[in-house]
Structures are given as C-alpha cells and as structure tokens.
C-alpha cells in the first residue's frame, strides 16, 4: 500500500518531555512538510523540506526541530519549549516544492 | 490568494449527487482552485484541482465558470463514507501558502 503514513495515532507527552512523531512515505516525493491543526482553525505550516538533507521554517516553528535524513522520512520533534503542543499534527508530501500536496492520516498529541 | 466563500453546511441523500458550490470573485488569472476534504480525525484528502478547464477523475468533476467566479465540485453518487468537511481553496501554482477556510460540513444521509 503506497502513501504517507504517520505514527502513533495518538500521543501522550508529559510536561518537559521531548516526543517525536513519525512520518514516512513511499511515493518518491521530494518535498515533505509539517502542519499543525487547531480545533477551528486551519493549518499552520511548521517545518517543509525541499529535498533530503535540506529543511526550513514554516511560520511557527518555535519549540519544534525536524531532520531529513533520508528522501522516505521526515519525523517531528515537539521539545519541551512548545509550550501549548496539543494539536492534530500533519505531514504531506509533493513530488516537488509546493505542487500539489497529499498528507498522511496526522497524530493527535496530547499533554498530561 | 484569494478568498473564497463556502456554504456552511449541506445534507446529500446516499445515492445522488451532491453539487458544492464556492465562490472566488477575485481569483487571479494564474490562480488554480483545488479542492481538499476531510473525514472527521483524519489528514485531509485531495480531490482535484483545476485552471479554467472542467476537470474529471475517479473521486470527482470540477466545473469552473467562464469568468471563473465560482466553481462547483460534483460527487456523482453520494456515499456515507462521503460525509466530511470539504474544502475549496485557490492558490497560485508553487505557492507557498496552503489556506484551509471554514469549508462546507457535507453529510450524506441514506
């Protein structure tokens, strides 16, 4: 089954914890990005890679860091600085930079 | 990007088809409307997209108005599985922003 997969479905941080979410995929797309999804509001873009070794800041980056290590992954950290982290978390990917986008089914994280 | 309007809310019976319309008066000559939807706790899903060309694939038809004003996307037989919040957005090919509005609450009742 090809597509962007994104684990665990659900997350539990505790306070000061750094967690990290998954997300690969297997359709040979040079871009990947990083949203974040509020209840009301739509979504803001965290961190995007162009291509694998290469990353930049969306508009809220703050409390966040990514790696592109390799071209099928692209995993998210949420530190301890975020400080409101509960959110619908997204990644997509495009076959290039801001072509069209295909997200994978998101991780809700939640802070204890 | 420009901005576009969207009912709140529309029902569809299982089985027809379900026409959603938006509204983008001050689209762009080199803007697209795409349109995304999603199903409630999921990541949203591509629809299609088009230019000024009607556009078809095995999920939907887009048909976009001569002054492209307005477009509306069809679903040509309503499934359950079909009720989601549906999103019209435009945007400039390559654009950085990705602008999710309010969107339409579709429910496909049987």
């Known amino acids: 089954d090809g597509g962007i997969t994104q684990s665990p479905k659900y997350l539990f941080r505790k306070e000061g914890q750094n967690v990290t979410l998954s997300c690969e995929q297997n359709?040979?797309?040079?871009?990947m990005y990083w949203y974040r999804q509020d209840p009301g509001q739509g979504l803001r873009l965290i961190y995007y890679?162009?291509?694998?070794?290469?990353?930049q800041k969306g508009d809220i980056a703050e409390g966040y860091s990514v790696s592109r290590e390799k071209k099928e992954s692209f995993p998210l950290t949420v530190t301890s600085a975020q400080k409101n982290p509960t959110a619908f978390y997204l990644c997509?990917?495009?076959?290039?930079?801001?072509?069209?986008?295909?997200f994978g089914p998101g991780t809700r994280l939640l802070v204890l | 990007d420009a901005k576009t309007t969207q009912p709140t809310s529309m029902d569809c019976a299982e089985g027809r088809a379900a026409n959603l319309p938006c509204n983008h008066s001050?689209?762009?000559?080199?803007?697209?409307v795409y349109w995304y939807r999603q199903i409630h706790s999921q990541g949203p899903q591509y629809i299609i997209h088009?230019?000024?060309n009607n556009e078809t694939n095995e999920m939907a038809s887009l048909i976009i108005t001569e002054d492209r004003k307005s477009s509306t996307l069809i679903l040509p037989h309503a499934t359950l599985r079909d009720t989601a919040v549906y999103y019209c957005?435009?945007?400039?090919?390559?654009?950085?922003?990705?602008?999710f509005g309010a969107g339409t609450t579709v429910t496909v009742r049987a």
């Open positions: 957005i435009v945007r400039v090919d390559n654009d950085y922003k990705l602008s």
């Open positions: 890679s162009q291509i694998v070794n290469d990353f």
């Open positions: 088009g230019l000024k």
């Open positions: 001050t689209i762009s000559g080199n803007e697209y």
């Open positions: 997509a990917g495009s076959v290039r930079i801001w072509e069209t986008q295909y």
């Open positions: 359709l040979n797309h040079d871009a």
